[in-house]
Each structure stands twice: as C-alpha cells, then as structure tokens.
C-alpha cells in the first residue's frame, strides 16, 4: 500500500466513526427527552386525577375565584406526600404556579440524584349557564412544565384538560 491509500483509507474511517459518535448522541438525546417528557406527563396526570377527585362545590368555588391571589385553597399533595404551596408563598389555587424538584434515580447508596424541577397550574374555568334545568359545569386545565439539562438546557411544556359536571356520571 502507498501512503496515499493509508491517507485515503484514515479518512474514510474518520469519517465514519464521526458519524457513528453523533448517531449515538442523537439517539441517547431522544431518549432521555422520552424519559423526561413521560416523567412530566405522570406527575400533572396524578395532580389531574387529584383535583377530578374533589367534590364539585369545591371544584366550582374554585373555579369562580378568578383573583389574582386566589382565596380557595386546593388541598393536592405533591409527589412526596405533602400540600402543596404556590410559588413564592401564599395559598394555592385557581392559576397558581407550583413548583416540585424530583429525582429521577438513584446512586447505589440509595441516594437521590438526577434533580429536576417540574411546575404545573391548574386553571379552572365555570361552565354555569344563567338558564335553569341545563348542567354546569367546570373545566380543568393542568398547565405543567418541565426543564432539564442534557448538554443544552431545554423545557418541556403540556397540558391536561377535563371537564367534570354537576351531573352524576355513574
């Protein structure tokens, strides 16, 4: 072999191997952010499941508090087992912000690692039409965002709607 063909030869294999490395980080990319976003999905479907298990009066006197420092707290427990509190304080309600760290792993000492932060606001809107005999209801919003660092710092943001009724639907 010349010089020139070992050349040609480590160029071609440089070339590849690149592109090899690049592949695999654009797939582990994908991944995490899968594990990331599912993460994100769980925690506001439980915060959305909490709040359609409340009784309606409390879920309709919520939904009419449209202050921008809500009066009706939301009994929810966060994923750890405590109430929740709104960011910067005060009672957390109709449009209030809250925010959770969670661990998504643990190191073999069993302590938590993989800290990210995950926010969510629930939104409740009236349905009560001014005419009687036709059912009302509230609709329910979970606005939740998620941010993570994988290289690059990207956020994650979704939503939850329901709508629960004065109607029984069993």
Same mark, same amino acid.
Request: glycine letters at 8%; charged letters at 10%; proline letters at 3%.
């Given at each position: 072999?010349?010089?020139?063909?070992?050349?040609?030869?480590?160029?071609?294999?440089?070339?590849?191997?690149?592109?090899?490395?690049?592949?695999?980080?654009?797939?582990?990319?994908?991944?995490?952010?899968?594990?990331?976003?599912?993460?994100?999905?769980?925690?506001?479907?439980?915060?959305?499941?909490?709040?359609?298990?409340?009784?309606?009066?409390?879920?309709?006197?919520?939904?009419?508090?449209?202050?921008?420092?809500?009066?009706?707290?939301?009994?929810?427990?966060?994923?750890?087992?405590?109430?929740?509190?709104?960011?910067?304080?005060?009672?957390?309600?109709?449009?209030?912000?809250?925010?959770?760290?969670?661990?998504?792993?643990?190191?073999?000492?069993?302590?938590? *690692?993989?800290?990210?932060?995950?926010?969510? !606001?629930?939104?409740?809107? +009236? %349905?009560?039409? =001014?005419? @009687?005999? #036709?059912?009302?209801?509230?609709?329910?919003?979970?606005?939740?965002? *998620?941010?993570?660092?994988?290289?690059?710092? !990207?956020?994650?943001?979704? +939503? %939850?709607?329901? =709508?629960? @009724?004065? #109607?029984?639907?069993?």
């Amino acid at each position: 072999m010349t010089l020139t063909e070992v050349i040609v030869a480590m160029s071609l294999l440089s070339i590849l191997a690149v592109s090899t490395i690049s592949i695999t980080f654009q797939i582990r990319s994908t991944a995490e952010q899968a594990i990331y976003q599912n993460t994100a999905l769980t925690l506001a479907q439980g915060y959305m499941e909490q709040i359609r298990h409340l009784d309606y009066t409390t879920l309709r006197t919520v939904s009419q508090d449209s202050s921008s420092t809500p009066a009706v707290a939301l009994p929810l427990e966060n994923a750890s087992g405590g109430a929740i509190v709104a960011v910067g304080g005060g009672t957390f309600g109709n449009g209030s912000w809250s925010n959770e760290s969670i661990y998504l792993d643990q190191n073999a000492a069993g302590q938590a *690692i993989q800290r990210v932060p995950f926010e969510f !606001r629930p939104v409740f809107t +009236s %349905l009560e039409t =001014v005419t @009687s005999n #036709v059912a009302s209801g509230v609709e329910i919003v979970v606005f939740y965002r *998620i941010t993570y660092n994988f290289g690059v710092v !990207r956020t994650i943001n979704g +939503s %939850l709607r329901s =709508v629960r @009724s004065s #109607v029984p639907t069993y």
